[in-house]
């Protein structure tokens, strides 16, 4: 499932989100595969942040845009004239969500429609990957993986704008889209962990400023279990789906991207391991104040078996590598080393891995 340069060099790329954490890194992956990138995103909502540090506007057309400008953004689309849309804005955190649902379900929902809109009658336009979340489903907190074709719902704000993301995206396909010769796919991918985050309310990210500032980190939910995966896992995902969609358009539709089967950790345990490649680390698993009102999912799995059989879509590096990788990272940076030349690192290690392990 490696990304091919051969399909990619050259390719005019539109990609939403490149400020963000998963985004920079997809920048940074799409520029060594030698694709055109036009960037359009809002500026990084972090301090510090993976965009500037990694210099990710270098080698690609970097715009700032808010999408909820529907005219703006479809004047940068138009510039762009891209032939693959890859879509990763949004209001990315699950409790922001709480003290700001108008804003989540605006960016999430209004910021996709404004997209897709942009696309109608575009012409060029062969691919549009809309890049969603494993929380689209209706959660019923059973010990089931949730499979594509399950009920889509969310508690939370955060959870239903991207429920709501993935009706828009059926639309725009089915009534415009697939009709012009635009292939247009979701995609659903589990927690992402990986150098370079530094959001708030994240579980690593919170680790890590905990850490390195000698602090004891607090957990809100140590029993919670979540699909983790490094985060080239689903960007790899992303690609292999869009060169797919190229190749065959009949493949449109929704797609899950996650960990092997039965891989889901538990919060706690996965802060176990991290603590492991951390020295000093400190945890306590309970929070400060012994409880916490805003609701979030307790159990997740995501079933991938479609993704594996239509795409060839396989996870390269087990929780163990990924976690290491994840806190050398941040070990590593915090150390001085350059930002960029990590990521690049870690790519390149994730391409030449051929087992999981």
């Not at 400020?19 to 992956?29: P, Q, V, Y």
């Not at 292939?183 to 985050?197: K, M």
């Not at 309970?286 to 009102?293: I, L, S």
Request: with cysteine; glycine share 8%; net charge positive.
């Amino acid at each position: 499932m490696r990304p091919d340069p051969g399909f990619w060099r050259g390719k005019r790329v539109l990609l939403t989100g490149h400020t963000g954490f998963k985004g920079a890194w997809l920048a940074l992956w799409l520029q060594r595969l030698g694709a055109q990138v036009s960037g359009v995103a809002q500026p990084p909502a972090t301090r510090p942040d993976l965009f500037t540090l990694a210099r990710v506007a270098q080698g690609m057309e970097s715009h700032f845009c808010d999408l909820l400008h529907a005219r703006a953004l479809a004047a940068r689309v138009r510039a762009a004239r891209p032939e693959v849309v890859l879509h990763l804005a949004a209001q990315a955190l699950v409790r922001a969500s709480y003290t700001a649902p108008v804003q989540t379900f605006a960016r999430n929902v209004m910021g996709t429609v404004h997209l897709l809109d942009a696309l109608r009658g575009l012409a060029g336009v062969r691919v549009a990957v809309v890049v969603t979340s494993d929380k689209v489903y209706r959660n019923r907190e059973w010990a089931y993986p949730y499979r594509e074709d399950d009920a889509l719902g969310g508690h939370d704000p955060y959870s239903a704008s991207k429920a709501a993301a993935e009706l828009v995206t059926a639309s725009y396909r089915d009534a415009f889209l697939a009709g012009q010769g635009t292939a247009v796919a979701s995609a659903r991918c589990g927690n992402a962990i990986g150098g370079g985050d530094w959001a708030p309310e994240r579980l690593l990210p919170d680790a890590v400023r905990a850490w390195s500032a000698g602090q004891t980190l607090h957990l809100r939910q140590p029993r919670a279990t979540r699909p983790w995966q490094h985060v080239l896992e689903p960007l790899a995902a992303y690609l292999r789906l869009a060169q797919r969609l190229w190749e065959q358009p009949a493949l449109a539709g929704a797609y899950n991207f996650g960990p092997l089967p039965h891989t889901a950790l538990s919060v706690g345990e996965l802060i176990e391991r991290a603590c492991r490649a951390y020295p000093g680390s400190a945890v306590r698993h309970e929070t400060p104040d012994g409880g916490d009102a805003a609701h979030e999912a307790g159990a997740l799995a995501l079933e991938t078996a479609h993704s594996r059989q239509a795409l060839g879509v396989t996870p390269c590096w087990g929780l163990d590598r990924a976690i290491a990788r994840s806190m050398h990272w941040y070990r590593a940076q915090h150390g001085g080393a350059d930002a960029r030349a990590l990521c690049l690192a870690d790519i390149a290690a994730w391409e030449e891995q051929e087992v999981y392990a």
